[in-house]
């Protein structure tokens, strides 16, 4: 059984930054594709950047050059540096573990940009 536990969120002026954390539980992290997601008031969740066990990193659109993910397989960690921050950034952020045909997502934690 995969857990996930994310971290970071918080209350933050337009055009700060945050860094999110996701620490994961079990043996199969380093071997999974990890993913970033998040989900604002009345719309659906929506990816934000994903990251292969190989290092190999994808990105929205909205956050490209704002947003960086990388993961240190060691502590079983996921990362989400979110700079230059927006109001349209507000949402709940997931991650989600794929280790195919299974996935797991975490709780998530509320990222606020205020104007």
């Known amino acids: 059984q995969v857990q996930l536990v994310e971290s970071g969120g918080g209350l933050v002026q337009a055009g700060g930054s945050l860094r999110l954390s996701c620490a994961a539980s079990?043996?199969?992290?380093?071997?999974?594709?990890m993913g970033w997601y998040r989900q604002a008031p009345g719309k659906q969740r929506e990816p934000v950047a994903d990251i292969t066990s190989g290092g190999y990193t994808n990105y929205a659109d909205s956050v490209k050059g704002r947003f960086t993910i990388s993961r240190d397989n060691a502590k079983n960690t996921l990362y989400l540096q979110m700079n230059s921050l927006k109001p349209e950034d507000t949402a709940v952020y997931y991650c989600?573990?794929?280790?195919?045909?299974?996935?797991?997502w975490g709780q998530g934690t509320q990222v606020t940009v205020s104007s």
């Open positions: 989600k573990l794929t280790y195919v045909p299974r996935h797991y």
């Open positions: 079990g043996s199969i992290f380093s071997h999974s594709v």
